[in-house]
Structure formats: structure tokens, C-alpha cells
């Protein structure tokens, strides 16, 4: 397959697309082929990460889901998915309980780039990837089979010395996207997956209104036995089960971001009877709405970071408005989204402040919350909306900042309740590693970077590991937070465990593949021994009362064989 073939397809009668030029009547177009990851279900989950190219995530085999920002996708088999550059993805393997065979998961994720020549100079110039991608970054592959087994063989002989073979590579995987390009159509109507994800859109859509099984199945050109089995089979979840979860989700914002009734909240969420809503409300939740207002209701907001909420939880109550991302916040995202109901921007920790002021404005809040250190501008801005408290900053220590919170929000006693629940938990984890307080145990926690090795040791993982764990620094504190390791440094420094952050965007990723598998990384003695161990961004980058419970709970994992 060459460029001749790809320039041929702008002729493709075939090619039905809308609006500006079609996807494929752009004139020389060239493939390239970054990196091919293969991953199984020993090496999942994959928590969300940052892609700088387009991205392929292509499922083989078992059950999984995409992540992708605020989107969930139960994977399917014959299916590929675009991931745009810039975006977060990850992926989490789908478990039953009721089954005892399931099939291994095992799922291909394949970077690129795409590149113009200039009608000018003839120079290669890097495309816009989601200009020759389905529109909803769905392929439905004609041929599944041929594609794994063409991503297996470029997982290969990617890394081939031969100049010859990593042409053929380059050359295979452009006939890869070609063939996925000139099968796929994105405005067919045809197939069981576009036909899904019609009914999802229209039940996301028009969930205040009636709607039926036969309605759905018409919509989807299915019978409404078919697409009973087969959404449930696809989404976890019946057409009319996820109905019910976007009306009582939304009801949920709707009840603490309005002052209507609940008769009226019943009806604008698409129930004409309130007590059978009431019903449905109490069965998904454990409370009626009732009383879930009564415990909710309150206009406190939360600005400038999403470590707040890790305040807030212990306190028993959920901020009106406050920043949430499902990449930077995922925790709080997945358990406090739904009731939040004026949802802040979190990206990169909080760039977007002139929007996330007006939005706060616009909602009314009562009081404010805001995080340490925000800009004297922020700060008059805030005063114009509501009262704040500005919480302390982390050198007065979380169990100092938590009580602080509680006396300003009057909530004294669940703070003091969540304290001695923790310090339970510690003593709890010191007695499941008795042997840490009986030998010195030497530990290195580091974070990677691109290219970069440092130290990492914020204040919540120098509290719990070597405060409250007792372990013994494998490089002293003395040396600055952020210094650059060599890989001898973490050889000769004779630590018995390794925690490592990694950075979770395409290009640390990328150097991490070629670090782990070089001989320099490999003699290190506690990778030999089997104790060196990967930390996912939250908690342990977080310091928040939430955080330390979450990372004293992952220590006991980490160091023992107990789970807590």
C-alpha cells in the first residue's frame, strides 16, 4: 500500500460525507506509526491519560470499558476508537461476579500521525486527525480479525534494527488505516453499534419526555426483544434501567440547584406521578428525596481545586457548586458528580478561572470555599459573589485544616469522627506491618517525567510512609524536592521498595517502555526483588483527609498481602 492508493479514494463514489470536503479528498496523505501497546487484563485498569497524537484504542478480546473525559463506552469487539490529540482516555475492565470464565481482555492501543503535503512546496505538514476520523470516533471494522492480526505484527517488528523492515511497518500500518477509513462511514445507519448508540443519544436527549421499549426499537430499527438483550449485553445496564439512572441523576441537581417542588422536579425529569418517583428515588438511593434534600440542600461553593472536596466528604456534605474533571478528579468525579449541580472546570488545575468566576456568579452561592494561595484578583472577585474562607494551606497540616473547615460550617463532631476513624486506621495498618517498626525498611519515592527521574515526596506521602510507617528516606530529605535521579543513583541507594509516579501522557509513557525493559533499569535490586511498585496520580498526589485514608489503605496493598 502506498500514497498513490490513498490519493485514489478523493475519487471513491462510495464516499458519502457531508459539509466541507470529504475526509478522504485531501490530497497526499501519509500515515505514521508511533507506538503499538498491547495490553492484557493482568495489566489492567489503565487509569485516564494524556495522548499529545491521535490515538487508536482497538478491543481483541474480553469486556472493557473506554473512558474517555466525560464519556463511558462498554468496548466492543469488531470496533475501533479514536482518541483526539490533546484528549485523556483510559480503560477498565468490565468484572462479573456470576461468571468463572471469563474471556481474557486484551486490548490494542496504537499512536500516529497523519501528514499533508503543502500544495505549495510539497512539504510534509502534520494533519488534523479528526478531519479524516468518524465523526463520533467509532470505526466499525469490515474485517476485525485481519486488523489484530496486523496490530500484533506491528507490535512486533515496531522496534526492528532493520531499515527495511521498519518500512514494511510504516507501509502495513498505512494500509491498516486506509482500510479502516474506506470501510467505515460515519454517517451509516447501518449496524448494531451506530443503532445503540442512537438510542443512548435520544434517551440522553429526551429523558423528560415518554418513552417506550417499541418507540427505542423503532428508533434503533431493531425488535424491542433484540434491543432489550442486546443494550443491556452492550452497556450493562437495560435502555429503560439507564433511563431511570439520567432522570434520578438529573433530579439530583435539579433538587439542590432550584428551589422547585419536588412534584415539579418529578415532572421535569419525565415522571407525571411524584410518589411513584419518590419510589423510584428511594430503591436507587437508600433515602427518599425528601430527606435527601433535607441533608443535601445548601448553596456552599468550592473554587480553585478539587482537593476541597476531599474536605468536604468528611464533613458529610456536597458543595453546590465546585471544580470537577474526570481525568484530574476522577475519584470525586465518579462519587460526587451527579449531585453536583454547577460543576466547575478542573482542566489542569483550574486554567480556565475568568469562566469558572462567571459561572460561580451566575449560580448565586451562599458562601465560598476557595482553596490557598489564589490571586488577589480572584480573591475581590469571590468577596463580590458570597463570603469565602480561604482554607489554611498544607503546612498547618490537614487534621488542622479539616477542623478549621468544620468550625466554619458548624460540623465539629464529624470531623472529630473522621480523625479517630484515621488514626484507627493507622494503628490498624502499623499492627498488619508489624515488621516495619523491628528493621529499618528504606524507601524511594520518585515520579518520572518526559525524560525525567525525580524525587517525589509531597507532604501527605511523607506523613503517612515515613511519619506514620516509619521507613527510612533511601536518599535524604535534604536533597530538594524535584531533584533529578540518575538510574545508578537508584541502584547504589539499597532501598527495599520503590514507589514511582508516572506521568500519564503519550511521551513519559513512550521513554517509560524504554526505560523498564533497558538492563540499567532491570539490576536495580528492588526491581530484582520484585518491590518496586507504579502509584496512580490520585491519591497519592493529593493532600486531603480523603487522600491520606485512600493511600493508608493502598499501603496496606503495597506492603503486605492483607487487603484492607
Same mark, same amino acid.
Given at each position: ?241 439507564? +433511563?431511570?439512572?439520567? &432522570?434520578? /441523576?438529573?433530579? #439530583?441537581?435539579?433538587? $439542590?440547584?432550584?428551589? @422547585?417542588?419536588? *412534584? ?79 460543576? +466547575?472546570?478542573?482542566? &489542569?488545575? /483550574?486554567?480556565? #478561572?475568568?469562566?469558572? $468566576?462567571?459561572?460561580? @456568579?451566575?449560580? *448565586? ?200
Amino acid at each position: 500500500m502506498d500514497l498513490h492508493m490513498l490519493n485514489e479514494a478523493k475519487n471513491d463514489p462510495t464516499d458519502r460525507s457531508s459539509g466541507t470536503a470529504s475526509r478522504l479528498e485531501q490530497p497526499d496523505i501519509m500515515a505514521r506509526l508511533w507506538n503499538v501497546e498491547i495490553f492484557h487484563a493482568v495489566e489492567l485498569p489503565m487509569e485516564q491519560q494524556l495522548t499529545f497524537q491521535p490515538a487508536l484504542v482497538i478491543p481483541f478480546s474480553g469486556e472493557a470499558n473506554l473512558y474517555q473525559a466525560k464519556q463511558l463506552t462498554r468496548m466492543i469487539k469488531g470496533c475501533a476508537y479514536y482518541c483526539a490529540p490533546g484528549s485523556t482516555f483510559g480503560i477498565q475492565g468490565c468484572t462479573h461476579a456470576f461468571s468463572m470464565n471469563q474471556e481474557q481482555i486484551m486490548v490494542a492501543i496504537v499512536h500516529f500521525d497523519l501528514y499533508q503535503a503543502s500544495d505549495s512546496s510539497g512539504a510534509w505538514m502534520r494533519a488534523e486527525a479528526s478531519a479524516f476520523m468518524p465523526s463520533d470516533g467509532l470505526f466499525v471494522l469490515g474485517s476485525p480479525e485481519r486488523i489484530h492480526m496486523l496490530c500484533r505484527s506491528l507490535h512486533r517488528n515496531l522496534d526492528t534494527q532493520s531499515p527495511m523492515e521498519r518500512w514494511r511497518v510504516q507501509l502495513d500500518f498505512q494500509e491498516m488505516i486506509y482500510t479502516m477509513l474506506s470501510e467505515n462511514d460515519p454517517r451509516s445507519k447501518n449496524g448494531r453499534v451506530q443503532a445503540l448508540e442512537r438510542v443512548k443519544e435520544y434517551i440522553e436527549e429526551h429523558f423528560d419526555e415518554d418513552i417506550t421499549i417499541d418507540q427505542l426499537a423503532a428508533l434503533a430499527d431493531l425488535s424491542p426483544k433484540y434491543l432489550v438483550e442486546v443494550y443491556k449485553k452492550t452497556y450493562g445496564l437495560s435502555a429503560m434501567e439507564y +433511563l431511570a439512572q439520567i &432522570r434520578l /441523576n438529573k433530579a #439530583k441537581q435539579f433538587m $439542590l440547584g432550584s428551589d @422547585a417542588l419536588l *412534584r415539579d422536579i418529578a415532572h421535569i425529569v419525565g415522571y407525571k406521578d411524584e410518589f411513584y418517583f419518590s419510589r423510584k428515588f428511594k430503591k436507587a438511593f437508600g433515602i427518599s428525596p425528601s430527606q435527601y434534600l433535607k441533608n443535601q440542600k445548601n448553596k456552599w461553593a468550592m473554587y480553585g481545586s478539587s482537593t476541597l472536596l476531599g474536605y468536604a466528604i468528611p464533613l458529610h456534605f456536597t458543595p453546590y457548586a465546585a471544580p470537577l474533571h474526570p481525568k484530574w478528579s476522577q475519584y470525586y468525579y465518579d462519587s460526587l458528580g451527579p449531585e453536583i449541580p454547577v460543576q +466547575l472546570d478542573a482542566y &489542569r488545575q /483550574n486554567h480556565n #478561572k475568568a469562566a469558572n $468566576l462567571a459561572k460561580l @456568579a451566575a449560580a *448565586r452561592p451562599e458562601f465560598i470555599i476557595c482553596a490557598a494561595g489564589i490571586d488577589d484578583w480572584e480573591r475581590e472577585q469571590l468577596k463580590q459573589i458570597a463570603p469565602i474562607f480561604e482554607m489554611p494551606g498544607e503546612e498547618a497540616g490537614w487534621q488542622h485544616n479539616l477542623l478549621e473547615l468544620a468550625r466554619i460550617v458548624d460540623r465539629q463532631h464529624e470531623a472529630a469522627v473522621w480523625i479517630q476513624s484515621f488514626q484507627r486506621k493507622i494503628e490498624h495498618l502499623r499492627e498488619a506491618l508489624p515488621e516495619m517498626d523491628k528493621r529499618e525498611q528504606r524507601l524511594l519515592t520518585a515520579r518520572l517525567h518526559l525524560g525525567k527521574m525525580q524525587l517525589y515526596h509531597h507532604r501527605g506521602m511523607r506523613e503517612l510512609l515515613y511519619e506514620q510507617l516509619n521507613f527510612i528516606p533511601a536518599i535524604p530529605f535534604e536533597l530538594t524536592e524535584g531533584e533529578l535521579l540518575t538510574i545508578e543513583q537508584m541502584k547504589n541507594c539499597n532501598a527495599h521498595h520503590i514507589l514511582l509516579l508516572i506521568r500519564q501522557d503519550s511521551e513519559t509513557l513512550a521513554h517509560w517502555r524504554e526505560l523498564q525493559a533497558s538492563p540499567e533499569w532491570l539490576n536495580i535490586p528492588a526491581v530484582r526483588a520484585g518491590t518496586f511498585h507504579q502509584l496512580s496520580s490520585y491519591p497519592w498526589r493529593e493532600y486531603s483527609p480523603v487522600a491520606m485514608e485512600r493511600m493508608a489503605d493502598e499501603a496496606l496493598r503495597l506492603f503486605s498481602d492483607k487487603n484492607p
